[in-house]
């Protein structure tokens, strides 16, 4: 069995007319996909053999930015050849390699997608700049190469494993003041993030997704809340699963991204930590992904979106007026206050938690009539950032615990030292949530 990479280069420039097409850089965007196409192709085993590219400028600046720094430098090389946009001379190349079972390939269009063409029944229809297609070829000998014997493994783009380049192709959106429309644009925004979610190359795509899906249970909690009317109460509780399916994994991430300053220079102890949650990580995903491809989930997805097409919706949400939010808003207001009055250096962190869900569903019961609460809602956002950081904070001291119940003695010990620092910040924000006092 062989397996065949074919990488187009990143995004190059044409700022300088007076360089010939050999010559031309990358652009900026160009570098900015190294890093991440860097990674997706890791994932995806592409450096595990022989790696080849392009000796044009753009090729061997692409193969420089994404080879990871212990590939041995015997498996890699820049070769003149390869420079061509005529898939025939690339099928030569190919038939004419004697070793590897793996090459993955930087070239350039129009020869590896026509290269692809050739080998598969079913073909990508384009190849971006920064894209790779994987394919497995039933052969012993890449001489046995032949027209429609290969089998498409993968097909990526930058918007398939960066979140940053997914997010350039999204068209803006301003503020919808009718709900059904607001709902719309999140369910449709949660459609495009569930390819990145499930293929978990960028942790950028499940924070989104996990936005668009408690925005949506928001929103329609908040409906419920002014209009008295549970037209949208069956998915809700689906709404908040969704949610929750998919907190352990952001929190993973969250702490992945922090190890460095929590470790500060002990290089052994942040390593065992990476391991360890990279691990635990690596679970999550292949559980989230099983859970987003099934049928059980499409169908309550698909249940949301009759829901928010209803002719009922739509004719209950043109009576949301502005009397009825405010009256919802301070009803909502009176039993925070109530809460946070209550609030002691002594409550457990739990009391802290509800307040938090409180002030998202205030903040989202105050969007409905946005220009109204303007002043109010930046005080809103300014508090949920530091109930946030206390939740983040709580949870990260549990998963260390876990980590230093597993770990050997010397690194469990060597943890306990993050804990306590992490109890200390802890402390020091009830603090500063304390002094908050009451919402005006």
Known sequence: MKHLFLIRHAKSSWADEQLSDRERPLNPRGQSQLAPLGNALAREGAFDGLVRASDATRAMSTLEGIVPPDIPAERIATMADLYTFDWHRL???????SQGDRIALVGHNPALLELASWLLKHPPAHLPTAAFIHIKLPIDHWRQVARHKGKLERFLTPADYSYAHFARKLKKQG????????????????????????????????????????????????????SGNRLLSPSIPQLKRHAQATSHLRDLHVLLSDLPALCHDDEPLQQSLHHYFSAEAAKEQKRLSRRLSGKRYEKSVAVWEDLIHSRKLHKLSKHL??????????????????????????????????????????????????????????????????YGQFQDLCVQIRLIDDYRSHAPRAFGKAASHITNSLKDEKAALRTRILALGSLP
């Open 91 to 97: 099928v030569r190349w190919l038939e004419s390699q």
């Open 321 to 386: 007026g502005a009397f009825e939010i405010r009256t919802a808003v301070e009803e909502k207001i009176r039993d925070f206050n109530r809460r946070t009055a209550e609030l002691m250096h002594h409550s457990p962190d739990n009391d802290i938690h509800r307040l938090r869900k409180q002030l998202k569903r205030l903040r989202y019961l105050m969007e409905l009539d946005q220009a109204a609460w303007k002043p109010a809602l930046k005080e809103i956002k300014s508090r949920q950032e530091l």
């Open 175 to 226: 503020k919808d003041t009718e709900l059904p429309a607001a709902l719309q644009h999140q369910l449709s925004l949660l459609r495009q993030l569930e390819a990145g979610v499930i293929q978990g190359l960028d942790p950028e795509f499940l924070h989104q997704y996990r936005i668009a899906i408690r925005r949506s249970r928001a929103m329609a909690e908040a409906f419920q809340d002014v």
